[in-house]
């Protein structure tokens, strides 16, 4: 739990090395299950879902240990997690169930509660799940899968990304062939069937819409080295974008952001790729329409920083959410520091003012927290942002340490 006092800053000058993925090294971390042997992660970011995430694979019976700078996961003894309260802590837990199900024929997880940003179902996991032949059963909030899994053919009614990666690791231990139509295309996805295929796995068209898998006995032991996280990329990215300045993201991919970096160059903006990562100058001056969607869309993670920009670009900016059902809430937060933003549902306009002011404001999810630290580097006086709900630290390593090596006026109380 932190809170975060930020105060007005200079343009923001000089390089931020970007951090593995969050959401590579999750659904990964859930992949090191499908084998008895070793798996090793390198760099894994030191973030509290990370450290969640290793409490309940140790809870699964693995054995999670630092080791030179990587994390290695041993999952030789593994059986289904007693104590609820490790799933329910994070959904991104739901990825245990395709592991534990494809090695044990037996998974049951509680159903993951809602959060902020929306109900968060998982029924396209579980009509995944029954499709390679689970038997699914329902009883005291949880859900429980049994069987032996063959290949199948499986439609997803949308392109969900936690589906996509449970069902594909799932299907490399199912007997047979599976195809998963209308899959989620993310990076993140590419990178799960990479690391995959370097245990023996069997797969191919991942980053399309339809995905092959080829079921295979086992798994054997890897070492792999996840993708630089995007998002926290192109938050630094908006970072520059309000305060002007120039910033060189060590590790960012501008191939896993171009539509930021398109709504970045329209607002007026400069990115430039280079060998050593992306190069980002100057300041937003045109104001611009974001409508949220799946990738190779605008990522709905980037909606609240973008909305930051917003606040401080002239003219009119609007924005749809089209992904989450409620994830507005930073807008009124972002008001208190003097933006003029109207949400009508799933839309929200954006009036941009050179003048925010400081204010107390609170984090209601890590998207929206980074995006109220960035507003507060822009706004006259002091901004203390609340984020007692530790959402920050969920997804940011060390903003305010990175932020503040590059001029921003950012303080952890
Ligand atoms: C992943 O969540 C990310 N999390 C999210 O990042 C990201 O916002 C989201 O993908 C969309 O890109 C991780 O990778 C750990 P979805 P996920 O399944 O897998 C609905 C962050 O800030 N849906 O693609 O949960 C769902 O309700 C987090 O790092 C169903 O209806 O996203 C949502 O409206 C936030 N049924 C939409 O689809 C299902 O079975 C997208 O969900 C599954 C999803």
């Known amino acids: 739990?932190?809170?975060?006092?930020?105060?007005?800053?200079?343009?923001?000058?000089?390089?931020?090395?970007?951090?593995?993925?969050?959401?590579?090294?999750?659904?990964?971390?859930?992949?090191?299950?499908?084998?008895r042997e070793d798996v090793r992660i390198e760099h894994?970011?030191?973030?509290?879902?990370?450290?969640?995430?290793?409490?309940?694979?140790?809870?699964?019976?693995?054995?999670?240990?630092?080791?030179?700078?990587?994390?290695?996961?041993a999952a030789d003894a593994l059986k289904n997690p007693d104590d609820e309260d490790d799933v329910r802590a994070m959904r991104a837990s739901v990825l245990v169930l395709g592991p534990l199900l494809s090695r044990l024929g037996e998974a049951r997880i509680?159903?993951?509660?809602?959060?902020?940003?929306?109900?968060?179902?998982?029924?396209?996991?579980?009509k995944g799940m029954a499709?390679?032949?689970?038997?699914?059963?329902?009883?005291?909030?949880?859900?429980?899968?049994?069987?032996?899994?063959?290949?199948?053919?499986?439609y997803l009614d949308m392109p969900s990304v936690g589906a996509t990666e449970n069902l594909l690791m799932a299907a490399t231990l199912a007997e047979g062939s599976t195809r998963i139509e209308n899959a989620a295309k993310e990076p993140e996805i590419v990178d799960l069937a990479a690391f995959l295929c370097s245990m023996g796995a069997k797969i191919s068209g991942a980053g399309t819409s339809t995905i092959c898998v080829e079921g295979v006995s086992a798994l054997h032991g890897t070492s792999w080295t996840p993708i630089a996280d995007r998002i926290e990329a192109g938050t630094m990215a908006c970072a520059c974008a309000m305060t002007g300045g120039e910033l060189l993201l060590r590790g960012a991919r501008a191939d896993h952001l171009r539509s930021l970096l398109f709504k970045l160059s329209e607002a007026g903006v400069h990115v430039q790729d280079t060998p050593g990562g992306l190069m980002v100058f100057g300041r937003a001056k045109q104001p611009f329409e974001i409508r949220t969607m799946v990738y190779p869309g605008f990522p709905t993670d980037l909606q609240a920083p973008m909305m930051a920009v917003a606040c401080r670009t002239p003219g009119t900016s609007v924005f749809l959410e089209t992904i989450f059902e409620n994830r507005f809430m930073h807008a009124a937060e972002l008001a208190r520091l003097g933006a003029h933003i109207r949400v009508e549902n799933r839309v929200a306009i954006v009036e941009?003012?050179?003048?925010?002011?400081?204010?107390?404001?609170?984090?209601?999810?890590?998207?929206?927290?980074?995006?109220?630290?960035?507003?507060?580097?822009?706004?006259?006086?002091?901004?203390?942002?609340?984020?007692?709900g530790g959402h920050i630290d969920r997804g940011y390593v060390r903003i305010e340490e990175k932020l503040s090596a590059v001029g921003g006026n950012v303080k952890r109380v």
């Open 1 to 35: 739990m932190a809170h975060y006092a930020v105060r007005e800053s200079p343009p923001l000058r000089g390089e931020i090395q970007v951090s593995t993925s969050k959401n590579a090294v999750l659904p990964i971390m859930c992949g090191a299950l499908l084998t």
């Open 44 to 73: 894994p970011p030191e973030l509290t879902d990370v450290h969640t995430l290793a409490s309940l694979l140790s809870a699964c019976g693995c054995r999670v240990r630092h080791d030179q700078g990587g994390l290695v996961i």
């Open 110 to 126: 509680p159903l993951p509660g809602g959060c902020a940003i929306g109900q968060r179902p998982i029924d396209q996991h579980l």
């Open 131 to 154: 499709a390679l032949g689970a038997r699914v059963t329902f009883d005291h909030g949880g859900v429980t899968l049994r069987g032996k899994l063959r290949g199948a053919v499986i």
């Open 352 to 388: 941009g003012t050179p003048f925010l002011t400081g204010a107390p404001v609170r984090a209601t999810d890590l998207r929206a927290g980074a995006a109220l630290i960035l507003a507060g580097l822009c706004a006259e006086g002091e901004t203390l942002v609340d984020d007692g």
